[in-house]
């Protein structure tokens, strides 16, 4: 929500526009959002070195095969939106929105690859600590992939108003930004639950 | 503090400043004999190495406090504006020897502090307070300490909202009062049937919170005959403050002689405050904000009672 | 609901409008924040007064416990993310453009949105005196379990609606200082580095860093308190597996460096103004300036202190007393400085000055007592007692509250126009002085001889120092009409102020008495020395001369 708000550009009529700034004030955000996971992360490794009977009854351990299918998708997402910077960069507008667009889709896979997991599974979040944890952790970190495809579906919409990237856009340069940041949060995430089991 | 920057030496200021400093180095001192008197009567190993503590830190902090304050109030007399006088002061914009000096004083004084306490709960450690927590219910466990202090007596302190109930299981009673040896070192076995209370006894010098789903081991040794309060510490909701209990520290006869009484008594509700007041609430037409009801008191072989004086 | 927040009888002036639009303006968002928050105050101060009156006798006599629990809660609380928090946020907004000489805000849409979130989070916390069961009432910690376990079972609770308008203004307070940093980091005036730009600043970027930092951390135990809450997950339930300490870790993380983003701004104000008022530079400006990042550096590894009787390890606990002593080492070179820059000075004891000296008087105080409490065999005897409530009163009301009095008087010229009284000034720091000393030094002797904060009744031998406190409580209550009063008819009919009515340097004063709405506009000075150039003879900006020629000009005009 505050993503938003810092892309779109302040009141045009009374003030004189700093979008220099926007940027500065995005990583300076993504700071410290990455704060937030940072204490998801160490409350999961708390919880689960101090617990006695860490899964719940009924439940051995996570199949990590799908899930790992996923990564791949989400990981490699990062590359195709690097290239589609890049071409919006060479103002090769056609082969921007090609990448731009591949890497929505493969942000949507990721989020359609999350769901089927969650429907399979045999816990629910209120199944002690592991279980509230998982949703909690896999939940929060969804609704950063899914914000990341709203986003980069506004920059694409944007980038059909015709000259609107010539000065250097830096929403599609927040953006990218912002993907690659849910994609190192979840190449930790999946360390976490799926590897150190 | 600041004249040790002038070039030539002033007596007269070296003199009085020097005057000054002893002033206020007695103050001190005194203002750290007097903490003693601000603390409840030691009762416990862990209360003469507390308030020495306390001590030392009341007469170093005192002279700190005076050196500042006497600065203000130099400057506020002597260096004051005259009324039409609108011109700035001599401007002096720093002085690294003072910045360096001024920083290493106050590193040296509280790392002082820091060493002394830390040796204070090392010492604190093998007497009293140690605790050992482990999750709840594994094998039983007394570690930590050397043979001869190990503690003969292991008192099981439960807290619920609100009473305190307490269980000698070497005995087999139980009571809503705390009955201690003096001299004895003593472990507790503190547990929780609800949310975090603390365990608190001003006299001794001692506080842990009660965590639910935990043990926690937890030793003192009382030093002093009387009566004293055990006071919840850690906020446990609506009777939080109605959550205390007597502690009575008795020679290790009459503590022997209590025990056997005890065990042949039967078994009646203990003390809580709470379930009274909360009768008396939920009879009013409009009971007020919502409160969690109080457990039952608990069924306890002496109650105890909660009229006779105590000393701290 | 916001609209009873401003002064009574807004009369048809013209430009009292804005100060109820969703208006962009810093100045505007300034003033909107700190009427907004002084309402709240006066609040806070009232459920104090409840308080202090259930306290003047041991017996639970004036309100039922639960009462008392949920009105100590609701005080913590609103004086704290409803006052504090706002008030110290709209002097940012006042003085970081002004002193740096932007125009604006980075984000003013932003920063209007993060300033009307107040008045939302605030009517919440307000509405939830009224839903069935009372408010929240497990103090402002909010320790689980006692605050999940929802005694009436209903959906929508005190307790939950007290996480979350704490967590909208987590929200709030990031957005603000996103802001706030990005600004003094990339709109400063040619020529002001960062060591020629003035200690408030300093002060605000430090203390915003740690709102960075500290903040994401409370909204994600919050998030997950409110889930156990509502939810039925078991993160913090032992019954479930979960640890009730691990929320004290997420809190505490947050909220032992929150008293310094408190304190940190009031560095900044008693810095600001002891030069002014004693016609002195700031002695050693770059060891105070960057003395505030060690603050910032160490605020953050200190926390197990308000947990040592929670159940930690004991090397835990010695590590946290040392790294907490150290904090006295920068704040000391803090303190010299300022003593430094009385020393010798031409002192002139206003209204403005007063507050600074008897805040600093405070602080000192409330220091010491601090360091004892960071010796953990001490702090086990007076952890969660009235010792503890001493010493932060002592600096939250003695040290923090006075300086912000201080910046509310020495600045009000500025942004107002008008000139505050100084007789009522004074009048006001007299009481507030002696009604904090004597509301606030009896609780130490109480938390010594063992009586536990959040009680609603107290064993009699507690009687006479909670009398003095009450009558010390009842003297504050009383001290705050002068103040109302001064800034009422100050502001309706005050003298007219010029633009640098206290001879102070600083590019705030360089600007008319109000600013402007984009302050410098176009022509920004260039700034070419370091600030507080009191006596020095060197200018703080090229062509000042004409600037000030220029404005005393419009002045005589007007
Ligand atoms: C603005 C707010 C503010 C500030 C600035 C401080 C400053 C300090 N605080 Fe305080 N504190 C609070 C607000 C604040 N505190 C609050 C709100 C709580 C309780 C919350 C709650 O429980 O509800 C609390 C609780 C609290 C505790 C927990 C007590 C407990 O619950 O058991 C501790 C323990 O270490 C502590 C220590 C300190 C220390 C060491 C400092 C230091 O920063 C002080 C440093 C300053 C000086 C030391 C004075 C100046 C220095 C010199 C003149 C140099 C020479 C000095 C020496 C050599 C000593 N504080
Ligand atoms: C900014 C922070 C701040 C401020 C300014 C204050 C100000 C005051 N506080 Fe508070 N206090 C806290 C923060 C603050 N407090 C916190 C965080 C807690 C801990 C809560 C917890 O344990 O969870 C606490 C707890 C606390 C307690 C302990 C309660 C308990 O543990 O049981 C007490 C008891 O005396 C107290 C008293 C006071 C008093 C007398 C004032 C006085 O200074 C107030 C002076 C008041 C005024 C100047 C305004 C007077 C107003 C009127 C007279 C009425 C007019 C009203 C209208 C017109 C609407 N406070
Ligand atoms: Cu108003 Cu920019
Ligand atoms: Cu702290």
């Not at chain 2, 002033?10 to 603390?39: E, F, K």
């Not at chain 2, 007596?153 to 269980?167: G, K, T």
């Given at each position: 929500?505050?993503?938003?708000?810092?892309?779109?550009?302040?009141?045009?009529?009374?003030?004189?526009?700093?979008?220099?700034?926007?940027?500065?004030?995005?990583?300076?955000?993504?700071?410290?959002?990455?704060?937030i996971f940072?204490a998801f992360f160490s409350g999961y490794a708390l919880l689960k070195t101090s617990a006695l009977n860490w899964l719940p009854d009924g439940v051995d351990g996570l199949e990590w095969r799908m899930p790992l299918?996923n990564t791949?998708?989400?990981?490699?997402?990062?590359?195709?939106?690097?290239?589609?910077?890049?071409?919006?960069?060479?103002?090769?507008?056609?082969?921007?929105?090609?990448?731009?667009?591949?890497?929505?889709?493969?942000?949507?896979?990721f989020l359609y690859g999350q769901a089927v997991e969650w429907s399979g599974l045999q816990f629910g979040f209120t199944s002690g600590t592991f279980g509230g944890t998982f949703y909690l952790l896999t939940g929060f970190h969804g609704l950063h992939v899914?914000?990341?495809?709203?986003?980069?579906?506004?920059?694409?919409?944007?980038?059909?108003?015709?000259?609107?990237?010539?000065?250097?856009?830096?929403?599609?340069?927040?953006?990218?930004?912002?993907?690659?940041?849910?994609?190192?949060i979840w190449?930790i995430l999946f360390l976490l639950i799926y590897v150190w089991q | 503090?600041?004249?040790?920057?002038?070039?030539?030496?002033?007596?007269?200021?070296?003199?009085?400043?020097?005057?000054?400093?002893?002033?206020?180095?007695?103050?001190?001192?005194?203002?750290?004999?007097?903490?003693?008197?601000?603390?409840?009567?030691?009762?416990?190993?862990?209360?003469?190495?507390?308030?020495?503590?306390?001590?030392?830190?009341?007469?170093?902090?005192?002279?700190?406090?005076?050196?500042?304050?006497?600065?203000?109030?130099?400057?506020?007399?002597?260096?004051?504006?005259?009324?039409?006088?609108?011109?700035?002061?001599?401007?002096?914009?720093?002085?690294?020897?003072?910045?360096?000096?001024?920083?290493?004083?106050?590193?040296?004084?509280?790392?002082?502090?820091?060493?002394?306490?830390?040796?204070?709960?090392?010492?604190?450690?093998?007497?009293?307070?140690?605790?050992?927590?482990?999750p709840r219910n594994p094998?039983?466990?007394?570690?930590?300490?050397?043979?001869?202090?190990?503690?003969?007596?292991?008192?099981?302190?439960?807290?619920?909202?609100?009473?305190?109930?307490?269980?000698?299981?070497?005995?087999?009673?139980?009571?809503?009062?705390?009955?201690?040896?003096?001299?004895?070192?003593?472990?507790?076995?503190?547990?929780?049937e609800d949310v975090?209370?603390?365990?608190?006894?001003?006299?001794?010098?001692?506080?842990?919170?009660?965590v639910p789903g935990r043990?926690?081991?937890?030793?003192?040794?009382?030093?002093?005959?009387?009566?004293?309060?055990?006071?919840?510490?850690?906020?446990?909701?609506?009777?939080?403050?109605?959550?205390?209990?007597?502690?009575?520290?008795?020679?290790?006869?009459?503590?022997?002689?209590?025990?056997?009484?005890?065990?042949?008594?039967?078994?009646?509700?203990?003390?809580?405050?709470?379930?009274?007041?909360?009768?008396?609430?939920?009879?009013?037409?409009?009971?007020?904000?919502?409160?969690?009801?109080?457990?039952?008191?608990?069924?306890?072989?002496?109650?105890?009672?909660?009229?006779?004086?105590?000393?701290? | 609901?916001?609209?009873?927040?401003?002064?009574?009888?807004?009369?048809?002036?013209?430009?009292?409008?804005?100060?109820?639009?969703?208006?962009?303006?810093?100045?505007?968002?300034?003033?909107?924040?700190?009427?907004?928050?002084?309402?709240?105050?006066?609040?806070?101060?009232?459920?104090?007064?409840?308080?202090?009156?259930?306290?003047?006798?041991?017996?639970?006599?004036?309100?039922?416990?639960?009462?008392?629990?949920?009105?100590?809660?609701?005080?913590?609380?609103?004086?704290?993310?409803?006052?504090?928090?706002?008030?110290?946020?709209?002097?940012?907004?006042?003085?970081?453009?002004?002193?740096?000489?932007?125009?604006?805000?980075?984000?003013?849409?932003?920063?209007?949105?993060?300033?009307?979130?107040?008045?939302?989070?605030?009517?919440?916390?307000?509405?939830?005196?009224?839903?069935?069961?009372?408010?929240?009432?497990?103090?402002?910690?909010?320790?689980p379990p006692v605050s999940i376990q929802n005694?009436?079972g209903?959906l929508?609770?005190?307790q939950g609606?007290?996480i979350?308008?704490?967590?909208?203004?987590?929200?709030?307070?990031?957005?603000?200082?996103?802001?706030?940093?990005?600004?003094?980091?990339?709109?400063?005036?040619?020529?002001?580095?960062?060591?020629?730009?003035?200690?408030?600043?300093?002060?605000?970027?430090?203390?915003?860093?740690?709102?960075?930092?500290?903040?994401?951390?409370?909204?994600g135990g919050a998030i997950m308190l409110l889930m156990d809450l509502t939810f039925g997950t078991s993160f913090y339930r032992p019954e479930g597996g979960g640890d009730p300490v691990l929320y004290q870790h997420f809190?505490?993380?947050?909220?032992?460096?929150?008293?310094?983003?408190?304190?940190?701004?009031?560095?900044?104000?008693?810095?600001?103004?002891?030069?002014?008022?004693?016609?002195?530079?700031?002695?050693?400006?770059?060891?105070?300036?960057?003395?505030?990042?060690?603050?910032?550096?160490?605020?953050?590894?200190?926390?197990?202190?308000?947990?040592?009787?929670?159940?930690?390890?004991?090397?835990?606990?010695?590590?946290?007393?040392?790294?907490?002593?150290?904090?006295?080492?920068?704040?000391?070179?803090?303190?010299?400085?300022?003593?430094?820059?009385?020393?010798?000075?031409?002192?002139?004891?206003?209204?403005?000055?007063?507050?600074?000296?008897?805040?600093?008087?405070?602080?000192?105080?409330?220091?010491?007592?601090?360091?004892?409490?960071?010796?953990?065999?001490?702090?086990?005897?007076?952890?969660?007692?009235?010792?503890?409530?001493?010493?932060?009163?002592?600096?939250?009301?003695?040290?923090?509250?006075?300086?912000?009095?201080?910046?509310?008087?020495?600045?009000?010229?500025?942004?107002?126009?008008?000139?505050?009284?100084?007789?009522?000034?004074?009048?006001?720091?007299?009481?507030?002085?002696?009604?904090?000393?004597?509301?606030?030094?009896?609780?130490?002797?109480?938390?010594?001889?063992?009586?536990?904060?959040?009680?609603?009744?107290?064993?009699?031998?507690?009687?006479?120092?909670?009398?003095?406190?009450?009558?010390?409580?009842?003297?504050?209550?009383?001290?705050?009409?002068?103040?109302?009063?001064?800034?009422?008819?100050?502001?309706?009919?005050?003298?007219?102020?010029?633009?640098?009515?206290?001879?102070?340097?600083?590019?705030?004063?360089?600007?008319?008495?109000?600013?402007?709405?984009?302050?410098?506009?176009?022509?920004?000075?260039?700034?070419?020395?370091?600030?507080?150039?009191?006596?020095?003879?060197?200018?703080?900006?090229?062509?000042?001369?004409?600037?000030?020629?220029?404005?005393?000009?419009?002045?005589?005009?007007?």
């Amino acid at each position: 929500m505050t993503t938003t708000t810092l892309q779109q550009p302040g009141t045009p009529a009374e003030h004189e526009q700093h979008p220099k700034h926007n940027l500065t004030g995005f990583i300076i955000f993504l700071c410290s959002e990455s704060v937030i996971f940072l204490a998801f992360f160490s409350g999961y490794a708390l919880l689960k070195t101090s617990a006695l009977n860490w899964l719940p009854d009924g439940v051995d351990g996570l199949e990590w095969r799908m899930p790992l299918v996923n990564t791949i998708v989400l990981v490699s997402s990062s590359g195709t939106i690097a290239l589609a910077e890049h071409f919006k960069n060479r103002e090769n507008m056609l082969l921007f929105r090609g990448f731009w667009l591949m890497s929505m889709a493969m942000g949507a896979y990721f989020l359609y690859g999350q769901a089927v997991e969650w429907s399979g599974l045999q816990f629910g979040f209120t199944s002690g600590t592991f279980g509230g944890t998982f949703y909690l952790l896999t939940g929060f970190h969804g609704l950063h992939v899914a914000t990341g495809i709203l986003l980069m579906g506004l920059m694409l919409i944007k980038s059909f108003i015709p000259g609107n990237y010539s000065g250097g856009e830096q929403g599609v340069q927040a953006t990218s930004l912002f993907w690659h940041f849910v994609d190192v949060i979840w190449i930790i995430l999946f360390l976490l639950i799926y590897v150190w089991q | 503090m600041t004249s040790s920057s002038t070039r030539s030496i002033n007596t007269p200021a070296v003199v009085g400043l020097s005057v000054w400093v002893g002033v206020m180095v007695l103050i001190s001192n005194w203002m750290g004999q007097q903490a003693h008197r601000w603390l409840p009567v030691q009762a416990s190993t862990a209360a003469p190495l507390v308030d020495d503590l306390f001590s030392f830190e009341t007469a170093i902090g005192t002279f700190v406090f005076l050196g500042v304050v006497s600065v203000m109030a130099w400057v506020m007399l002597f260096n004051r504006a005259e009324k039409y006088d609108d011109s700035d002061a001599v401007p002096i914009e720093g002085n690294t020897k003072l910045e360096v000096i001024w920083t290493a004083i106050p590193f040296v004084l509280v790392m002082g502090i820091a060493f002394w306490t830390i040796r204070a709960s090392e010492e604190l450690g093998t007497l009293g307070p140690m605790e050992h927590i482990h999750p709840r219910n594994p094998v039983e466990e007394v570690g930590g300490y050397t043979g001869d202090r190990l503690p003969k007596e292991q008192v099981e302190v439960i807290a619920r909202q609100w009473s305190w109930e307490f269980r000698y299981p070497g005995s087999n009673v139980s009571s809503t009062e705390l009955h201690l040896a003096v001299d004895q070192p003593v472990t507790f076995r503190l547990v929780s049937e609800d949310v975090l209370h603390g365990f608190y006894i001003p006299a001794f010098r001692v506080k842990q919170d009660v965590v639910p789903g935990r043990a926690i081991d937890f030793n003192v040794t009382p030093t002093r005959e009387g009566v004293y309060r055990l006071r919840d510490s850690q906020f446990s909701g609506t009777w939080f403050a109605a959550n205390q209990s007597d502690v009575v520290v008795e020679s290790a006869e009459e503590h022997q002689a209590w025990l056997e009484q005890a065990s042949r008594a039967p078994l009646q509700p203990g003390l809580s405050r709470a379930v009274s007041e909360y009768a008396t609430r939920q009879a009013r037409s409009n009971p007020g904000w919502a409160t969690v009801p109080p457990a039952p008191p608990p069924q306890v072989n002496v109650p105890g009672s909660s009229s006779q004086p105590h000393q701290a | 609901m916001t609209i009873a927040t401003f002064p009574p009888e807004p009369k048809p002036e013209p430009g009292w409008g804005r100060y109820f639009s969703f208006c962009t303006d810093a100045k505007v968002i300034g003033i909107q924040y700190i009427v907004t928050a002084f309402f709240f105050f006066l609040i806070g101060g009232l459920l104090a007064m409840v308080i202090r009156g259930e306290l003047i006798t041991p017996e639970s006599d004036l309100v039922d416990r639960a009462v008392y629990n949920g009105i100590y809660t609701m005080h913590g609380t609103i004086m704290l993310f409803l006052f504090t928090f706002p008030v110290l946020n709209g002097l940012n907004n006042l003085l970081i453009p002004t002193m740096i000489g932007a125009p604006d805000m980075a984000f003013p849409r932003l920063n209007a949105v993060a300033f009307w979130l107040v008045p939302i989070f605030g009517f919440l916390l307000m509405a939830s005196f009224f839903v069935p069961g009372g408010p929240a009432y497990s103090g402002w910690w909010s320790y689980p379990p006692v605050s999940i376990q929802n005694p009436l079972g209903n959906l929508i609770n005190g307790q939950g609606m007290w996480i979350t308008a704490v967590a909208l203004s987590g929200v709030s307070s990031i957005m603000g200082a996103i802001n706030f940093v990005t600004t003094i980091l990339r709109m400063r005036a040619p020529g002001m580095t960062l060591f020629r730009m003035p200690v408030f600043c300093w002060t605000a970027l430090a203390a915003q860093s740690l709102q960075l930092i500290g903040l994401p951390a409370l909204t994600g135990g919050a998030i997950m308190l409110l889930m156990d809450l509502t939810f039925g997950t078991s993160f913090y339930r032992p019954e479930g597996g979960g640890d009730p300490v691990l929320y004290q870790h997420f809190f505490w993380f947050y909220s032992h460096p929150a008293v310094y983003v408190i304190i940190l701004p009031v560095f900044g104000i008693f810095s600001e103004l002891f030069p002014v008022y004693s016609r002195k530079p700031l002695f050693g400006y770059v060891y105070v300036a960057l003395a505030s990042f060690i603050i910032v550096g160490l605020g953050l590894i200190v926390w197990v202190h308000h947990m040592f009787p929670s159940g930690v390890a004991q090397w835990m606990r010695n590590l946290f007393m040392v790294t907490t002593m150290l904090i006295a080492v920068p704040t000391g070179v803090k303190v010299f400085a300022w003593l430094g820059t009385l020393w010798g000075g031409k002192l002139r004891l206003t209204t403005p000055m007063l507050f600074c000296l008897g805040g600093l008087f405070n602080f000192v105080f409330a220091g010491i007592t601090g360091i004892m409490l960071a010796t953990v065999p001490v702090d086990i005897h007076v952890s969660n007692t009235y010792f503890v409530v001493g010493h932060f009163h002592y600096v939250i009301y003695g040290a923090a509250v006075m300086g912000i009095f201080a910046a509310i008087y020495h600045w009000f010229p500025k942004f107002i126009g008008r000139m505050p009284y100084e007789g009522l000034g004074k009048l006001h720091f007299l009481l507030t002085f002696v009604g904090a000393n004597l509301n606030f030094l009896p609780m130490h002797p109480l938390g010594l001889m063992g009586m536990p904060r959040r009680v609603s009744s107290y064993d009699p031998e507690f009687t006479f120092w909670n009398v003095v406190a009450s009558l010390g409580a009842f003297l504050l209550g009383v001290s705050i009409i002068p103040f109302l009063l001064n800034m009422l008819s100050a502001w309706i009919r005050g003298p007219k102020a010029t633009h640098n009515p206290w001879n102070a340097i600083g590019l705030e004063w360089l600007l008319p008495s109000p600013p402007p709405e984009d302050n410098f506009g176009e022509d920004v000075p260039t700034v070419i020395s370091r600030p507080y150039g009191y006596g020095t003879g060197q200018p703080l900006v090229e062509h000042q001369d004409e600037i000030e020629r220029r404005l005393e000009l419009q002045e005589a005009a007007a």
